[in-house]
Structure formats: structure tokens, C-alpha cells
């Protein structure tokens, strides 16, 4: 209903409806209060008391009929302004193109008070695991790589939707549950169980020496999919993300939502939080700057920065990876100065690169395994053996030769 008053007399209106309103209430309350009192009376004064009660009840139900008289008169106008006023809050509160274009407008060189540059270190010092959320193209393998070679220890996947070029700087049989095969993965969930109840054992009886050499780099890829899957899942991420970096067993669980639900922690969100760093990469990093943190200049920053830029936990961090793990150049000094390009037919893993760089930085020196496990932290606790396999395949790839046999064993750079 719409009102055909002058604004002139709406304020009248109003206080004359307020007033309307209150005298019928009033009125009710004391027509009761005189048919109370004249329960407790002398008979020949009921009458009176009654005549009084019912006068005021009908002094009330017309000032009730004459507030409702008002409030048509008044017709939709209190509803219309509360409607009107939500509409203005709306559009004054609403994010906007031009608001966008603002804060993009932001310095070039403006960068977070919070920033960080060493995501490994920040991990390590939390004494946590990661959990990585992002999507297709957002640079996971690429960072679990990075991240891999900066904690150590023996690396290995489960991924069961792996295609054959995934993850290729690991051998086939550290990647495991290729074609779908969940009970791939359960089993050696399983298997993990049975090893952190073993180095409990051994740590406790001789200490951490007991347990070196022992060190595992765990990446659970879909981590959804695979509590879904595998019965081992729920009680293999729990138990590593609670005792699991004491025993040197590192767990790196991706997921494409940051809820405990996908993480196996259903209504144990302390844990996802207490024991994880969350790592957010691409839209998933700036959605939560977005919505989470509410701060749309560091949205924009995130997003100039394109993968390299990324959330782990509140903090921004920026990290170069564009060329990490490629493995297709190498770049080495010769006599005269400057630089050659190096390309083999196959593409170099991680631990062949840095091989291939010691030989390039020390021409004509013999690399043995033992130097090497002193000088380069992801060799420091492999096997001598493996690092002599890496010798020899390098030389049949024709980067390098072998010297020597056997223990002996030796690797040098030559063009």
C-alpha cells in the first residue's frame, strides 16, 4: 500500500501513531488493574469499579482503531526506507571495477610488510608438515620438488591418477598407485604405519643415530580422493601429523580445499592447523587473501606476481621456480670467459644438475661420492652406491665420464 501523505506530514503522522499505540496498551493495563481491585471491594462499590474498567477498555480499543487508521495512512513507508537503506549499504560496500582498478594502480614496487622469501625455512622453523592447495597448473609438483630438495630424505608419491611424464624427476617406482591402483596406496600406507611404529622403537632405545639414514619425503597427491579410497588414509595422515617430523618422516598432502574434511580430519581442524603449514597456491592464495584476510592490495599483488607469488599460511612469499627442476640447460664457464649452453637428449633430474654443476665449476677434478655427500645437502645421507649409479649414467648420457671402478668410482666433467 502506498501513502499519499505530504512529507510535511509525516513526522506529524508518526508521533501521532506512537502515541495512539502506547495509550491502547496503557489503557488494557489499567482497565485489568480496576477489575483486580474490584475483586477485593465491598459489593456496593463493584459496580463503579467495573463501569471505570470497562470506560477505560473502550478508551483503549479507540485509540487502537485510531493507530491503525494512522498506520494505513502511513501505508509501506517504514518497510520502503528499511528496503531502501539495505540497498544503499549494498551498493556503497559492494566490490566494484573501479575499486579494482584502484588498488591495482598500487606502487610496482610496494611489497608486504610479512613477506617471505624462504618457505623452507618458515616450515622448518614451525617444525610442520605441508598442505599444499592448489589446482592444475598452479605449480605443485614444481614447488614439492623445490620443497623436496631442501628437507631430504627419500621421496615418494601417491598419486593415482599420475600420467607418465608426471613427476618425472623421481624413479617409476617411487610413484605409487599409477592407473588407479588404491591398493597400491593403501598397502604402502599401511606399510608406513608399521615403519614410524619401528623408528619409535629404535629412537627410543638409541637415540636419533638410530633412525639416520632413514628420512622420507611423503607427497600425498588428491588427498580427497585417496581417504575415499584407501582404508589407511584417515589414521596415516594423524599419526604422521602428530609424531611423524620427530621421526624424520615428512608428509606433503595436496588437496584443492583447505577444510579438514579433505584432509582425513573430520571435526579435527586443531589438527590440520596445529601440525600443517598451508600453503595456497594461484586463485586458491588469493581467494583466501580475498575473502579470509580482506585486503585487496595484497590480492593484486599475488596476482601480479603470476605462480611465483603464493600464500603459506598468512604470510605472502615470493619464489622464483620458473626454472627450477627443468633440467633441459645447464650453463657452464669455459676457458674463454663466457658461458655455453649444455643440452642432453634427456631431461636432467634435480641430483643430475647438481652433479653436472660441480663438474662444470670444478673442470678437470674427480667427484667421488663421499665429497659429494659433504658438499650437497640432498646427497648428505644417500647411499655412496646410488650416488656411483648417478656417475655412471650421467657418463652413458655423454655428460661427463667415470674415472676408476667399482668403490673407487669417480665422475669429471668434460665437454
Known amino acids: 500500500m502506498s501513502s499519499d ?77 528499511r528496503v531502501n537503506f539495505q540497498a544503499w549499504a549494498r551498493a556503497k560496500t559492494q566490490p566494484t571495477a573501479q575499486l579494482a582498478l584502484t588498488v591495482g594502480a598500487v ?33 605443485k609438483s614444481t614447488f614439492t620438488q623445490y620443497l623436496s630438495s631442501k628437507i631430504g630424505g627419500r621421496v615418494v608419491v601417491y598419486d593415482s591418477d599420475a600420467k607418465p611424464d608426471d613427476w618425472a624427476w623421481l624413479d617409476q617406482a617411487d610413484v605409487i598407485g599409477r592407473k588407479g591402483n588404491f591398493k597400491a596406496i593403501d598397502t604402502a600406507m599401511g606399510n608406513d604405519l608399521k615403519t614410524l611404529d619401528e623408528l619409535v ?38 599419526r604422521h601429523a602428530k609424531r611423524g617430523r620427530r621421526y624424520k618422516q615428512f608428509i606433503c598432502a595436496l588437496a584443492q580445499n583447505d577444510t579438514a574434511e579433505n584432509f582425513g580430519l573430520q571435526g579435527d581442524k586443531d589438527t590440520l592447523y596445529s601440525c600443517f603449514c598451508l600453503v595456497r597456491l594461484g586463485q586458491f592464495g588469493r581467494d583466501y587473501v580475498r575473502t579470509k584476510l580482506k585486503d585487496p592490495q595484497l590480492e593484486q599483488w599475488l596476482k601480479a606476481g603470476g605462480k611465483r607469488r603464493f600464500m603459506v599460511d598468512d604470510c605472502p612469499c615470493e619464489l622464483d621456480l ?63 652406491e646410488n650416488i656411483r649409479i648417478i656417475f655412471q649414467s650421467l657418463a652413458d648420457k655423454g655428460l661427463g665420464e667415470v674415472v676408476d671402478s667399482g668403490d673407487r668410482l669417480g665422475w669429471r666433467w668434460s665437454k
Open 5 to 81: 501523505l505530504h512529507p510535511s506530514q509525516l513526522h506529524q503522522h508518526l508521533q501521532m501513531y506512537t502515541c495512539a499505540k502506547w495509550s491502547f496498551w496503557g489503557s488494557l493495563a489499567v482497565s485489568c488493574g480496576l477489575l483486580f481491585l474490584g475483586a477485593s471491594q465491598k459489593p456496593e462499590s463493584k459496580p463503579w469499579i467495573l463501569g471505570a474498567s470497562v470506560g477505560v477498555l473502550e478508551v483503549g480499543r479507540r485509540h487502537r482503531q485510531t493507530a491503525k487508521l494512522l498506520q494505513e495512512s502511513l501505508g509501506d513507508i517504514d518497510r520502503a526506507s
Open 107 to 139: 606502487d610496482s614496487n610496494w611489497k608486504p610488510e610479512n613477506l617471505i622469501t624462504d618457505p623452507v625455512e618458515y616450515i622448518q622453523k614451525k617444525q610442520k608438515h605441508v598442505a599444499l592447495i592448489g589446482g592444475t597448473g598452479d605449480g
Open 201 to 238: 622403537e629404535l629412537r627410543g632405545e638409541g637415540g636419533d643415530n638410530a633412525i639416520a639414514g632413514r628420512e622420507r619425503f611423503m607427497i600425498a597427491e588428491e588427498f580427497p580422493i585417496l581417504v575415499d579410497e584407501c582404508d589407511h588414509a584417515t589414521t596415516w595422515i594423524k
Open 322 to 384: 620458473s626454472n627450477w627442476g627443468t633440467g633441459s640447460m645447464v650453463q657452464s664457464e669455459i676457458s674463454g670467459g663466457g658461458k655455453q649452453e649444455v643440452q642432453s637428449s634427456q631431461e636432467l633430474n634435480e641430483y643430475e644438475q647438481i652433479i653436472i654443476a660441480w663438474g662444470q665449476e670444478h673442470p678437470g677434478e674427480i667427484l667421488k661420492a663421499r665429497l659429494l655427500q659433504q658438499v650437497s645437502q640432498p646427497f648428505k645421507k644417500d647411499d655412496p
